[in-house]
């Protein structure tokens, strides 16, 4: 008897970063640093706790069904219209609706083959197929990408900067790569991590969705600190928005998400703390990480990809038992390298000298 | 040029109903009762509000993908294991995340055809045949539902109670229909107002879950008062649980649903109060509809499906301007009904006032 869809029986699911209660849980430590999910660690806007805590009085009336404020407010930032906009329970959940709305049965996906995860887990969810790209130098291979299209293609996400590399394609590249696409493909840019880029030639992406076959994904997950709440973001021309509008779920995005979004767009003293934290923190761990026996590839996202050259689940489960909780690679390939999450201070700090004793204790013993 | 899927461009989008705000905008009014959705009048659990207010701490970290104790706290409620139940962003999504496991491409769907409208709008986004049975006396018709099942029929919802009626399916009728059932059809009974029940003869059916091929769903948005936060449950077997859990998106539940939902659990005292207020108001609103020139579905949830006899959306404009919010029922093709919550003794009272004069006035006019 098959009960369940043939083709899910060999789904591998995604493995999320391990939280702090189940650490401290099983290793019966106190102090525990979650470096693990790109989490913004100043916490969140003052301002978004207080928007929650005043929604909170209405918790048991069903949300807004079309998320007036929210849409308002960000066609406000973005000067564009409210149909630009399409909510989502995170990103994640706009990557299935993305699919949903657009891929036929018949029809195909590209992405790289060292990117988020997602991609590839819920196109396959959605009975899709998607062909993985080799990377460039840790970088998408645009070129390499645009061989790959064909009549079937309609469908291309781009992780900008990518996760978990923190490499990023620049606006020429990208620009280039659209304009040369066919007019029945649509790219999708996942800019998750926009936030923290500080380089000039970054693509201003939201300004080509006029006239371009382009979903610009968005999140609160990241800079913004609400990742617990779930709220991520599509921008696109109407053409494409009214109709994933149709295919997403009428009450998919919580009230205290689109109460909390709406305050933390409006503090700009939060993120600017945040942004500089970052910078602050990556000067730092770049600095710090060339003393240790490993390398690294420069990152213009909130996170850093460290090849340890020792077997990295190892690094990870060492990490762990010193209370700092980081991303081993495994499931992307990567074997020997570990993602790190741009911290505060005190965690970069804690990081790098748990690192540098696991590296230092593994060198002994080879 | 065709960039969304063929079979999406007419699809209907789910109608929700009118929220106060958008109420109080439109119409300049500023006392307004919501009387359309089915929520909880009395609010919410402090205990929940509570647990809320201290999960926000960490709301810059992602949730539990595990919803560790949400679960535990679950099986112990209902006697069960963790492994027997998952979480949704709202019944919705489950029932998104039960097509996608179960149904092939040329498997079929059956449900009734004035029944839960996701039912059909979440078959059709994922690509799958939904066939709609009527209902017989405003009730599940599981003879005729049965009389339609074949070799392609995967899954069969059924609301009990149904919403819109308010009408149930007792435990005989349904044990005898599950076990008529082939070994390849797995049926959802979908179970959001279960709280309410005052009926002996109604299916304790998550007691059946261990043997047969069945998905029993529940909300917290209904009785416990959480539907802007969003968690819906499903209780089954592993064998099925294993594959919904790949299926679903890891963060699909926000960390404060997950905090909310147990201490919600913990409130004897509220969901008490809840099932009293809604009895009583049930017996005020059957007196006085009588009352009145219209009929209505006798109900065991906490909403009554009331025949106008005069156009619906009619009777539900000339309510909106008194400051009730109810539901016109045109989207269900019952063209006279409307349905109304069963609010609090004031708003049951207002309701009742409202319609009293709407139905004299139309009368005087025709």
């Known amino acids: 008897m098959n009960l369940v869809r043939r083709d899910l029986k060999n789904l591998a699911a995604y493995i999320a970063g391990k939280p702090i209660p189940e650490t401290q849980r099983e290793l019966g430590l106190e102090k525990v640093y979650k470096l693990a999910s790109n989490e913004n660690p100043l916490g969140v806007s003052p301002k978004a706790i207080k928007a929650i805590q005043k929604a909170l009085r209405e918790i048991n009336r069903y949300p807004d069904s079309q998320s007036f404020y929210l849409k308002r407010r960000l066609a406000q930032e973005f000067k564009l219209s409210p149909n630009n906009f399409v909510l989502g329970n995170g990103s994640d959940e706009l990557i299935d609706v993305i699919i949903k709305t657009f891929v036929e049965n018949n029809e195909t996906i590209l992405t790289a083959n060292t990117t988020f995860l997602e991609y590839r887990i819920i196109s396959k969810v959605n009975g899709r197929r998607i062909h993985e790209v080799p990377l460039k130098d840790f970088t998408y291979d645009l070129e390499k990408i645009r061989k790959r299209v ?9 992780a900008n900067p990518n996760n978990p590399t923190g490499t990023y394609v620049n606006k020429k590249e990208l620009i280039n790569f659209i304009k040369s696409l066919p007019a029945h493909t649509i790219t999708v840019l996942d800019e998750a991590y926009d936030t923290f880029i500080d380089v000039n030639d970054f693509p201003k ?34 053409e494409l928005t009214q109709y994933m509008e149709k295919v997403r779920q ?117």
Chains 1, 2 share one sequence.
């Not at 609160?220 to 021309?237: E, P």
């Not at 305050?263 to 700009?268: E, G, K, M, P, Y």
């Not at 020997?336 to 590296?359: D, H, P, Y």
């Open 205 to 238: 992406s939201v300004e080509w969705i006029r006239n371009k076959n382009i979903i610009v994904l968005k999140t609160f997950s990241k800079a913004f600190g609400l990742a617990g709440l779930r709220i991520g973001f599509a921008v696109a021309k109407p």
């Open 250 to 366: 009428p009450f998919n995005l919580n009230s205290l998400a689109q109460a909390a979004s709406v305050s933390a767009l409006d503090d700009r003293i939060f993120l600017s703390k945040t942004k500089k934290n970052n910078l602050t923190g990556k000067k730092y761990l770049y600095r710090e990480l060339a003393k240790i026996p490993v390398t690294y590839i420069p990152s213009v996202a909130n996170f850093i990809l460290v090849d340890t050259r020792l077997d990295c689940f190892l690094v990870f489960k060492q990490l762990l038992k010193k209370g700092i909780i980081v991303r081993d690679m495994k499931q992307y390939g990567l074997d020997t390298f570990i993602r790190v999450t741009i911290g505060t201070g005190e965690e970069n700090k804690s990081f790098i000298s748990a690192l540098k004793e696991v590296i230092m204790n593994q060198k002994r013993i080879n």
């Open 150 to 158: 064909n009549n079937k293609t309609k469908l291309i996400f781009i």
